[in-house]
Each structure stands twice: as C-alpha cells, then as structure tokens.
C-alpha cells in the first residue's frame, strides 16, 4: 500500500508530529513519554533559541490517511563549522515495523540534505547535546530515564538495511547506591582537594544552585568541547536550560566542585526517577500529571544521573572521583538502592573507567547511525 510522506507545516501538524508516539507506544511498559508542552516549545522556530544557528523540517508518513512514521532533519551549522563536514541530522524518528515507512522518511532526510549541500546523514542527534539521541539497539527490556530515547528493537534493523552504519555508541551503568565509597577513594579524593585547594557546596534549596546557572553551563561547554558533534550552547540557550532544569533539580542530588577562585571546576546532577511517573502523566503536567511527578521526586529508591563532567583544566587529576563519591553519600543518606548512570560515550573510556569502582553493569546501549549521501 502506498506511503504518503507530508512535510509539517501548521501547529496542528506539529502537535500530531508530537503526539504520535504516544499511540505507536501505547502497549509498550518501556517507553516513557515525554512531555508535550517541552516538545512543542523545542520543535518551534519562534520559541527554540538553537534555529539562530539551525534549520530544521519535519515531516509525517501517512498510509490510508493514519499516520504511520515521523521524522526530523536538522541542519546545525555551528556543528558544520566546527567540525568541518556537512552532516544533516535526524532525530525525533519513529515508526511502525514496515521498510517502506522507515525508507520514505528517510529518503526525505536525504534529499533534503542533498539540496542544501549536505554529505552526509546522522543520528539520532537533536538540535543540542541537551536533546534526546541515540538509538536504542540494546537493553530494550530497560525502562530509560526521561533524558533517553526508548525505540522498538526493530528500528536499528531497519537503520542498517536502508545502509546506515554505525559511528558512535553511548553506554549506562547501572549501580548499587547504597554501596560505601572506597576509603581508598575517600583518601584520594582528600589529598587532591588538599593540594588543589578545591572546594565542594552542598546545597538545601534549587534557588541556591541559580546563582550558579551560567557557571556551571560554562564548564559544560568546556568539559563537552572535544566529545562527538557537540557544540558550546549559546548564552540563550544557557538562559533557557538554567530556567528548565536547574530551578527543577533535587539539590541534594546535585554536586559542584569548585577551585580557590569559586569556579565551577566539576560537577554531578542526578535525580529521582521520574520514569514511571512520566508514564503515569501521559505528557502532560496538568490537570494531574504534576501530581505523579510530585510524589516521585518525594518516594524513591532509585536515582538516575543526567550531567557530569569536568573542565578540561581539571582533568586527569582525579576531580571525577569528588562528585560522584558527594552524590553516593548522598544516596546512602536518602536510602537510595539503585543509580542508572547518564550516556557516556563509548570512546570516552575516561568517563566509563569509573564504574570500575563501583558495583556496577551495563544497563544501555545507544547508537549514532551515519550514511554518506554524496
């Protein structure tokens, strides 16, 4: 039966490009909806700060006038330049179990990227490293934290058949958090505080953490500067995660390190998981979603880390080791059971050496796909 792809053009299509999985994954224990109100703000030119320096379209695969498949491609010019190549990314793709749906929106990815002079397609990449990316291909019986994309195991078959191959994988640990830090740890970390006169604030209130939104955003930009297709967030954008995230942090689970100079030099933040309670809300906050995310961030055993690094100043000096072992105190101190830690980058052996430390397994596994079109 024939498949008809439609580029999304109105607000009503924008809302049926947001909505659609939510019935595709309607049967699924695994999947964990995102917010819609988040998702359309990020989709639209006029509230998004990423389109100073973005393009971006989307389309919609019909079949018999049902919708069967999404698909967005965006082109970030910042990350072009950066990195000297001409990639367009996809990203926000989802579709049923047929080839020929997978096939006809990525056709549209591809022949869009060809017109504006593109050589190459990859992802799932979003506008930001702050987006959603990767694709799921294992550890599809793991319920991800609301940071991560959940896929059906069949999308990564589909990928290689239309010839896409692999170029990155981000890796999740999952770890016991009420296992004691090593006092071999505990004396390290003290001698390095010690001879680098660093400092770590612990914080009672999100509203303490606000006066240092813009520094600790700023050491993001550093400590992600070399890592795959990342590209330093704009001060707007730095405004707009500030508001979105760190007024919304459980500031126990949050860890600075900062130097004699009160720089931000490393950080850690991780929060209750609100996986289950996005399933229960269904998207959408009100008029009682908020309610489930309320009474998960205040009953919990398990907690799911979302950022971490370090400025690259500070690295290969053993700073890594303060936050993660501040935020395994705090678990122990809130009885926390389990932590699933953020994606780190396969290549970024650095990152993924610390679960060595700890009681831990791999949970995730995700990947970025690329195809050459020229």
Known sequence: MNITVKEVITTSELKKFVKFPARLYRDSPYWVPPLIFDEMQNLRKDKNP??????????????????????????????????????????????????????????????????????AVDGPLGFTDMDNEGMLVDGFDKLPTIANIYNFPYYPVHLEKHNYLKQEDWLQFKFNASQPVPEKMERLNRLVME??????????????????????????????????????????????????????????????????????????????????????????????????????????????????????DWQKKGIVSIYYAEMNKSYIR?????????????????????????????YIRRRCYKKHIL
């Open 50 to 119: 990423s389109f100073e320096y973005c393009e971006a379209r989307y389309w919609l695969a019909y079949r018999s006038n049902e919708i069967v498949g999404r698909v967005a491609a965006i082109i970030n010019h910042r990350a072009n330049e950066k990195w000297g190549y001409k990639h367009v990314r996809f990203g926000w793709i989802d579709f049923i179990d047929d080839l020929e749906v997978s096939k006809a929106l990525l056709d549209e990815v591809e022949k869009w990227g060809r017109e504006a002079g593109m050589e």
């Open 195 to 312: 001879k680098y006169k660093l400092h770590v604030k612990h914080f009672t209130k999100a509203k303490q953490i606000l006066p240092y939104g813009r520094k600790f955003f700023y050491t993001l930009n550093r400590a992600f500067s070399n890592l795959y297709g990342f590209v330093d967030l704009t001060d707007r954008e730095i405004d707009k995660y500030v508001k979105q995230y760190l007024t919304f942090i459980q500031p126990q689970f949050v860890c600075m390190v900062f130097d004699s100079g009160d720089n931000v030099v490393a950080f850690g933040i991780s929060m209750p998981s609100l996986s289950r309670a996005f399933q229960k809300a269904k998207g959408r906050l009100f008029p009682f979603g908020f309610i489930h995310i309320f009474r998960a961030m205040k009953n919990y055993n398990q907690i799911d880390l979302y950022l971490n690094g370090v400025h690259p």
């Open 334 to 362: 809130h009885n926390v059971k389990v932590a699933i830690s953020n994606q780190q980058l396969e290549s970024n052996t650095d990152a993924i050496a610390m679960w060595h430390n700890y009681e831990s397994e791999p």
